[in-house]
């Protein structure tokens, strides 16, 4: 059984994530999508709204599970008795931390790979900082995320600024 976790903080998945999920369902029997809980982030969604979020967004998807989990990725590989890492790669700038935390992740566990996959070119610009910085001053992020996310951004931003 080849079993992969994807791990991060999707604070909101985007469709650049979305297209890393997709292609890496493709090589492994079952992809784990592992949603970190990070309170030093300050997150805009609550880790149930983003396993919530993104098990709606995968529905199609059959080979996959949504789990939530805290400390190191590498750990819960383990616990998930997986062989693979899944990262993505957008840039230059990406390059040298995930290097460094696969090098780091190997000493610790040599029985897990880190798999990198590189975005596609049309996501290459996008994270999830620059979408909720997007959504924030009221731009269209319907490009950039899925139509869930769309709608949970709206009602997420509407509870925080309330109408006066
Ligand atoms: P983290 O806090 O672990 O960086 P993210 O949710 O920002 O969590 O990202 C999770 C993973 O997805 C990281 O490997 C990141 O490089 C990758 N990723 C993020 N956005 C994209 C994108 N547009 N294309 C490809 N990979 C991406």
């Known amino acids: 059984m080849k079993r992969a976790v ?29 949603v970190l809980q990070n309170n030093k982030k300050n997150p805009l969604f609550s880790v149930e709204e983003r396993v919530k979020i ?12 949504i789990e939530s989990f805290s400390g190191l990725s590498i750990d819960f590989a383990q616990r998930c008795e997986a ?4 990262r993505g790669l957008r840039a230059i700038t990406d390059f040298d931390y995930e290097l460094q935390m696969a090098q780091t992740n190997r000493i610790m566990a040599p029985e897990v790979d880190t798999v990198f996959l590189t975005t ?26 899925p139509e869930p996310v769309v709608r949970a951004i709206e009602s997420k931003l509407a509870e925080r600024q309330p109408m006066k």
């Open 6 to 34: 994807y791990p991060g903080s999707f604070d909101p998945v985007t469709l650049g994530h979305l297209d890393v999920i997709k292609r890496s369902a493709k090589l492994v029997d079952e992809l784990i999508v592992a």
């Open 54 to 65: 993104l098990k709606e967004v995968t529905k199609d998807i059959s080979n996959i599970r």
């Open 83 to 86: 062989g693979f890492l899944v």
């Open 120 to 145: 596609s070119l049309e996501y290459a610009y996008l994270s999830s900082s620059t979408v909720k910085e997007v959504a924030f001053y009221g731009g269209d992020i319907s490009k950039f995320v």
